[in-house]
């Protein structure tokens, strides 16, 4: 059975799972049911400075899959809208109850070293195993000049970590946003102010949609929206390719990082590892079916870890990172052909159909007797872009076969049909 | 429904219409979205293929996964006007579901067009009719009935601008809609408010109560109308040759079901109590046998001379039958019908069957099942008015059609049962109504195509 627990940062953890810091982490009632299901960790939900934030009535909305499940959830609740000194006793006490889970404390304070010295050494107080500091949160608090507006400045990323690293001896993660450019900077200015580690990503700014008879956006305040941070599977993909981003910076390589982003089972878990991660974070799967989820999460990353003869997290940890590059680096000798599995077709035709209007023409179609159609691959045509394989409902009937023709890996610095190759 | 109707329920029509509830019912808003997302939306979809009028199936199943039930249901009007009666009556286990591309693969379960295809038209909602007439073209065709085949070409002539006048020996348009199909397949006066739904295009006008052969002719039809579209139906029983056939209680199954789709009250009707026997393998001895079953028979038999495999009735079909209780005996032919002294039906006789080099042959063993009446469904026939002088031609018992369903008669088209072309089947009827009257149509006028775009579009 493989060993599941991690040590991210000096933060110990009996297994990867962590709740983010969100409305799941908001209380001690929440947080103990979340340790009772057997999550490892959870980064308590954003203090702030009193008096508290105050939440607007309607925060979330969501958009939909094919079956009406959430694919992507909205929000636009502020950070915890209780009082500094309840949410500290109430850390103190769980911490001192569930000794052996992670409890990480978010912060989003003004940009005043004082003010983050007052904060940090009253968390301190508390036994939290260290501090997330929340430079992410898009809507609401950057019109505040905190969240986004402070993540979205390296300078003032680096400014504030290294007041929290001067100021306290807890592990420092910075919780990075995504909306930004780039966002190796952020990393890169966490990593010199001194950052333990970074976690990634907090929301996107979002509209999931208009009510189109409201003229308006929900979550709707009064026949009013505003845009909010966007999670669940939909940003899965933005998440990874972040992740994925700081983790083969070379500035930024080995710098601990624990993975947010659509997270809803082991395998999307055990992609950020896969990518770097150290410890994940969980909310939205929480927040639409309720702690228990974990229990489905440990057992299937220890069942493919033991398929797979992993014997604890760090054996897989990165191992995707050298083979996510740079396009120019990929092999241009490199091919792959569709071939169909006509005993698999069910001739449902949309491989032909997207094929010919919107890729390369590669597919045949011959009208059968029976008034059924067959389909085939123009091997010349087919330039292995994979649409007809994504378009095939049917499990391995489209495949992409190697067509390689023995020539040695080459890639685009090489070619010379590149008219910038770099000369040899 | 109108409001009299409903207001004037007595407690016997609620206990019938509780008895005869829709035994498909429909698919909730959330069921059809989640069933609507199913669809592979198929290249040269096999469905459509499948489909004997062509609705463009994979395109109104997308309207309605896209929330879009006017669309949906334009999209199946624009084919099959009778679109709301075909979704409930259509065998789609052999026709669109039966084609779908999702039979095939490891869910093996083909998206319930059906299902879809009701929840579009029953929850569409248009501002009077979905289409507008064309320009008039002054001309004028006679439809001689009002089941599915008339009232398709009626409403697609009209849609054309032509104007149209409907003849229909019985005192309500609708055909087998209104009068013969099985009292749980088209429940709430479904057939009536369809008709008014065609009817609200405008330009056809339907003269009830009036009968070829007795109250028209063809010949004064084709004098004073422009064309002329024959859509008569099927009107005989199909007889079982054996004696005592003309007793009270040996009844044809089509007039009862007629009979009990007009009761409005369960004591007009003549319910066998113990038993019952039905003679056929078609949906309608299906049909009439399932129905006896809900009106309370203890037993219902029916029997067939061939085996399950032959039956015309679908194995959905059967299968309904066997939910039903129904006992099923193949292999069996009716030998006589027994009566009493006083003239009561008491059960019949069979003999069991056999095939021999492809023939069906009398076995040896004998049987006979006790019965107080006896229910023929072994199959219509056309019985063409014998007064009529001018008659088309007639080939195995219907009218022969041609390409695009005329007759041999120049200006006299067919469609539906009464012609010998597909299964009988309301949606065949449909189309056969429709392709007539765009072949009319582009007789009498031009470029029908053009003006159809026109149509369909606005």
Same mark, same amino acid.
């Given at each position: 059975?493989?060993?599941?627990?991690?040590?991210?940062?000096?933060? #110990?953890?009996?297994?990867?799972?962590?709740?983010?810091?969100?409305?799941?982490?908001?209380?001690?009632?929440?947080?103990?049911?979340?340790?009772?299901?057997?999550?490892?960790?959870?980064?308590?939900?954003?203090?702030?400075?009193?008096?508290?934030?105050?939440?607007?009535?309607?925060?979330?909305?969501?958009?939909?899959?094919?079956?009406?499940?959430?694919?992507?959830?909205?929000?636009?609740?502020?950070?915890?809208?209780?009082?500094?000194?309840?949410?500290?006793?109430?850390?103190?006490?769980? #911490?001192?109850?569930?000794?052996?889970?992670?409890?990480?404390?978010?912060?989003?304070?003004?940009?005043?070293?004082?003010?983050?010295?007052?904060?940090?050494?009253?968390?301190?107080?508390?036994?939290?195993?260290?501090?997330?500091?929340?430079?992410?949160?898009?809507?609401?608090?950057?019109?505040?000049?905190?969240?986004?507006?402070?993540?979205?400045?390296?300078?003032?990323?680096?400014?504030?970590?290294?007041?929290?690293?001067?100021?306290?001896?807890?592990? =420092?993660?910075?919780?990075?946003?995504?909306?930004?450019?780039?966002?190796?900077?952020?990393?890169?200015?966490?990593?010199?102010?001194?950052?333990?580690?970074?976690?990634?990503?907090?929301?996107?700014?979002?509209?999931?949609?208009?009510?189109?008879?409201?003229?308006?956006?929900?979550?709707?305040?009064?026949?009013?929206?505003?845009?909010?941070?966007?999670?669940?599977?939909? =940003?899965?993909?933005? &998440?990874?390719?972040?992740?994925?981003?700081?983790?083969?910076?070379?500035?930024?390589?080995?710098?601990?990082?624990?993975?947010?982003?659509?997270?809803?089972?082991?395998?999307?878990?055990?992609?950020?590892?896969?990518?770097?991660?150290?410890?994940?974070?969980?909310?939205?799967?929480?927040?639409?079916?309720?702690?228990?989820?974990?229990?489905?999460?440990?057992?299937?990353?220890?069942?493919?870890?033991?398929?797979?003869?992993?014997?604890?997290?760090?054996?897989?940890?990165?191992?995707?990172?050298?083979?996510?590059?740079?396009?120019? #680096?990929?092999?241009?000798?490199?091919?792959?052909v569709a071939t169909i599995d006509e005993d698999k077709c069910i001739g449902c035709g949309r491989c032909y159909?997207?094929?010919?209007?919107?890729?390369?023409?590669?597919i045949t179609v011959t009208?059968n007797d029976d008034?059924t159609n067959t389909f085939g691959i123009?091997?010349?045509?087919?330039?292995?872009?994979?649409?007809c394989e994504?378009t095939c409902p049917v499990d391995d009937c489209i495949t992409m076969d190697?067509?390689?023709?023995?020539?040695?890996?080459?890639?685009?610095?090489?070619?010379?049909?590149?008219?910038?190759?770099?000369?040899? | 429904?109108?409001?009299?109707?409903?207001?004037?329920?007595?407690?016997?029509?609620?206990?019938?219409?509780?008895?005869?509830?829709?035994?498909?019912?429909?698919?909730?808003?959330?069921?059809?979205?989640?069933?609507?997302?199913?669809?592979y939306?198929c290249?040269?979809?096999p469905?459509?293929?499948?489909?004997?009028?062509?609705?463009?199936?994979?395109?109104?199943?997308?309207?309605?996964?896209?929330?879009?039930?006017?669309?949906?249901?334009?999209?199946?009007?624009?084919?099959?006007?009778?679109?709301?009666?075909?979704?409930? =009556?259509?065998?789609?286990?052999?026709?669109?579901?039966?084609?779908c591309v999702r039979n095939h693969e490891a869910e093996q379960?083909?998206?319930?067009?059906?299902?879809?295809?009701?929840? &579009?038209?029953?929850? &569409?909602?248009?501002?009077?009719?979905?289409?507008?007439?064309?320009?008039?073209?002054?001309?004028?065709?006679?439809?001689?009935?009002?089941?599915? &085949?008339?009232?398709?070409?009626?409403?697609?002539?009209?849609?054309?601008?032509?104007?149209?006048?409907?003849?229909?020996?019985?005192?309500?348009?609708?055909?087998?809609?209104?009068?013969?199909?099985?009292?749980?397949?088209?429940?709430?006066?479904?057939?009536?408010?369809?008709?008014?739904?065609?009817?609200?295009?405008?330009?056809?006008?339907?003269?009830?109560?009036?009968?070829?052969?007795?109250?028209?002719?063809?010949?004064?039809?084709?004098?004073?109308?422009?064309?002329?579209?024959?859509?008569?139906?099927?009107?005989?029983?199909?007889?079982?040759?054996?004696?005592?056939?003309?007793?009270?209680?040996?009844?044809?199954?089509?007039?009862?079901?007629?009979?009990?789709?007009?009761?409005?009250?369960?004591?007009?009707?003549?319910?066998?109590?113990?038993?019952?026997?039905?003679?056929?393998?078609?949906?309608?001895?299906?049909?009439?046998?399932?129905?006896?079953?809900?009106?309370?028979?203890?037993?219902?038999?029916?029997?067939?001379?061939?085996?399950?495999?032959?039956?015309?009735?679908?194995?959905?079909?059967?299968?309904?039958?066997?939910?039903?209780?129904?006992?099923?005996?193949?292999?069996?032919?009716?030998?006589?019908?027994?009566?009493?002294?006083?003239?009561?039906?008491?059960?019949?006789?069979?003999?069991?069957?056999?095939?021999?080099?492809?023939?069906?042959?009398?076995?040896?063993?004998?049987?006979?099942?006790?019965?107080?009446?006896?229910?023929?469904?072994?199959?219509?026939?056309?019985?063409?008015?014998?007064?009529?002088?001018?008659?088309?031609?007639?080939?195995?018992?219907?009218?022969?059609?041609?390409?695009?369903?005329?007759?041999?008669?120049?200006?006299?088209?067919?469609?539906?049962?009464?012609?010998?072309?597909?299964?009988?089947?309301?949606?065949?009827?449909?189309?056969?109504?429709?392709?007539?009257?765009?072949?009319?149509?582009?007789?009498?006028?031009?470029?029908?195509?053009?003006?159809?775009?026109?149509?369909?579009?606005?």
């Open positions: 059975m493989a060993d599941l627990s991690i040590d991210f940062v000096g933060i #110990k953890s009996p297994n990867p799972f962590w709740l983010a810091s969100a409305p799941p982490t908001d209380k001690a009632y929440n947080v103990e049911r979340a340790y009772e299901a057997g999550w490892g960790g959870v980064v308590w939900k954003t203090l702030g400075e009193d008096p508290a934030a105050v939440n607007v009535s309607s925060r979330y909305s969501a958009l939909y899959d094919h079956n009406g499940d959430v694919s992507g959830f909205n929000n636009i609740e502020l950070i915890t809208d209780r009082s500094l000194e309840i949410n500290l006793r109430e850390i103190t006490e769980v #911490k001192k109850r569930w000794p052996d889970r992670a409890l990480v404390v978010s912060l989003m304070m003004p940009c005043e070293e004082q003010v983050w010295k007052r904060i940090l050494k009253l968390v301190e107080a508390t036994g939290a195993d260290g501090v997330e500091l929340n430079f992410g949160c898009p809507h609401g608090m950057p019109e505040r000049g905190m969240g986004a507006a402070v993540g979205q400045v390296p300078e003032y990323v680096e400014m504030v970590t290294r007041w929290c690293k001067q100021h306290s001896k807890m592990p =420092v993660i910075v919780k990075l946003t995504p909306n930004i450019t780039d966002v190796r900077l952020p990393a890169r200015a966490a990593k010199s102010g001194g950052a333990d580690a970074v976690s990634l990503i907090n929301t996107i700014n979002s509209i999931t949609g208009i009510d189109l008879d409201a003229m308006a956006a929900r979550p709707m305040v009064d026949g009013k929206s505003t845009h909010g941070g966007y999670c669940g599977p939909a =940003v899965k993909p933005i &998440a990874l390719s972040m992740t994925s981003e700081i983790a083969r910076d070379p500035e930024t390589a080995g710098l601990p990082i624990s993975g947010i982003g659509g997270i809803g089972n082991w395998k999307d878990a055990a992609e950020f590892i896969a990518l770097g991660a150290g410890s994940v974070q969980v909310c939205t799967a929480a927040m639409i079916y309720g702690f228990n989820i974990v229990e489905e999460m440990k057992e299937g990353l220890s069942n493919w870890m033991d398929s797979k003869g992993y014997e604890n997290i760090n054996d897989f940890k990165g191992l995707a990172v050298p083979n996510t590059t740079d396009w120019k #680096k990929l092999n241009m000798n490199y091919k792959v159909q997207a094929c010919e209007d919107t890729s390369h023409q590669a009208s008034g123009i091997d010349d045509n087919c330039v292995g872009c994979n649409l994504i190697e067509r390689s023709e023995g020539q040695p890996y080459m890639n685009w610095m090489e070619d010379v049909r590149n008219p910038h190759r770099e000369e040899a | 429904m109108n409001k009299d109707n409903s207001v004037s329920y007595s407690q016997q029509q609620l206990a019938l219409n509780q008895m005869f509830k829709d035994i498909n019912p429909a698919l909730s808003a959330r069921q059809a979205g989640i069933e609507s997302s199913r669809c939306y290249y040269d979809a469905c459509i293929k499948a489909c004997p009028s062509k609705i463009n199936i994979p395109s109104f199943i997308a309207s309605i996964h896209a929330d879009d039930l006017t669309g949906a249901a334009k999209t199946i009007y624009k084919e099959n006007i009778m679109g709301g009666s075909c979704a409930r =009556v259509c065998p789609t286990e052999i026709l669109c579901e039966q084609a379960l083909p998206v319930k067009i059906g299902l879809l295809q009701r929840h &579009a038209t029953d929850n &569409a909602e248009f501002e009077g009719h979905p289409f507008e007439r064309a320009a008039s073209t002054g001309k004028r065709i006679a439809v001689v009935g009002a089941g599915p &085949a008339g009232l398709s070409c009626a409403h697609r002539l009209s849609l054309l601008g032509n104007d149209v006048d409907v003849f229909e020996a019985e005192d309500k348009a609708g055909g087998l809609n209104e009068y013969g199909i099985a009292k749980y397949k088209l429940t709430e006066n479904f057939a009536q408010k369809e008709v008014d739904f065609i009817l609200s295009i405008g330009g056809i006008t339907v003269h009830y109560e009036t009968a070829l052969g007795r109250d028209i002719t063809l010949e004064q039809l084709k004098e004073d109308f422009d064309a002329v579209f024959l859509s008569i139906g099927l009107q005989d029983t199909s007889s079982l040759y054996l004696d005592n056939e003309d007793n009270e209680m040996v009844i044809n199954s089509v007039d009862y079901i007629k009979e009990l789709r007009q009761a409005t009250d369960l004591k007009q009707l003549d319910i066998p109590k113990d038993s019952a026997v039905v003679i056929g393998a078609g949906n309608t001895a299906i049909d009439i046998a399932c129905q006896l079953k809900r009106l309370g028979t203890e037993e219902v038999t029916l029997v067939y001379r061939r085996g399950e495999e032959q039956m015309s009735a679908t194995k959905h079909e059967q299968q309904i039958a066997k939910n039903h209780q129904v006992r099923i005996k193949t292999w069996s032919q009716p030998e006589s019908i027994d009566v009493d002294d006083n003239g009561k039906v008491t059960g019949m006789s069979f003999r069991k069957t056999y095939l021999e080099d492809g023939k069906l042959k009398g076995g040896d063993v004998q049987f006979d099942v006790a019965c107080s009446a006896i229910f023929k469904a072994v199959g219509q026939k056309m019985a063409y008015p014998d007064a009529e002088q001018l008659i088309p031609t007639i080939s195995n018992g219907k009218i022969a059609t041609f390409h695009n369903q005329l007759t041999s008669i120049d200006g006299v088209f067919a469609g539906g049962d009464c012609t010998g072309v597909g299964q009988d089947l309301t949606v065949e009827a449909v189309q056969q109504g429709k392709l007539a009257a765009i072949a009319i149509n582009e007789q009498l006028n031009v470029s029908t195509t053009t003006k159809l775009q026109t149509a369909l579009s606005a």
